[in-house]
């Protein structure tokens, strides 16, 4: 007993002087200088309101995504088999979050249709947008910003539904922090287009 005091004694000086000093704890990972996103090209206008009465509803829910785009690094298609990340990059919040909420303002623009998320559609009888971001980033064998959405719309009565696969290409002057973000958005807006014309042309 005495023997297990007295070392603990002499230790306790050690972890106060380690405590001290930065260098003795690091939390995580030193963050980029700037986190990235996207950016709407159509969304409602502010103030404008919005309401379902009238209107076809559409619940748009988050997109499922592969392992390789479930965190917030940003990813490059190193060969057919292989993944990097951007270094020094870092989405603002996930993937499946930004995209859906693009398509959700992409599709809601024009006032054609009322737009809800998953949570509302519970209670809002209307079509269902879902699907699989497949792809979120970049090819480097292309030098290509790639986005790539499979695309599921089920529609109010049971039983049926649509699939229907959209990509969008953008060029990427260089692969680095500086450089991937507007490529990614730009093509991530095409993608959003296509999928509201496919959605209120059906």
Known sequence: MRSSLHTALKTLPLVSACLALPACVK???????????????????????????????????????????DNLRIAVQASPTSVAYVEKAQWAEAPRQMFRRLLADTIAADGAIYVADGEQS???????????????????????????????????????????????????????????????SDAANKVAADVAAWVKGG
Do not use: C, W, Y
């Open 27 to 69: 939390i995580g990972a030193k963050p980029p200088p700037q986190l990235l996103t996207i950016a709407p090209k159509a969304s409602p206008q502010a103030g404008q309101l919005q309401s379902s009465a009238g209107l076809p509803v559409l619940a748009v829910f988050a997109p499922d995504v592969p392992r390789k785009l």
């Open 122 to 184: 519970a209670v809002l009888n209307g079509r269902r947008l879902s699907g699989t971001l497949v792809d979120f980033g970049i090819d480097a064998a292309t030098r290509e910003a790639v986005v790539t959405f499979d695309a599921t719309l089920t529609s109010a009565a049971p039983g049926e539904a649509m699939r229907q696969r959209f990509t969008a290409r953008v060029p990427v002057r260089d692969i680095d922090a500086k450089h991937v973000a507007g490529p990614i």
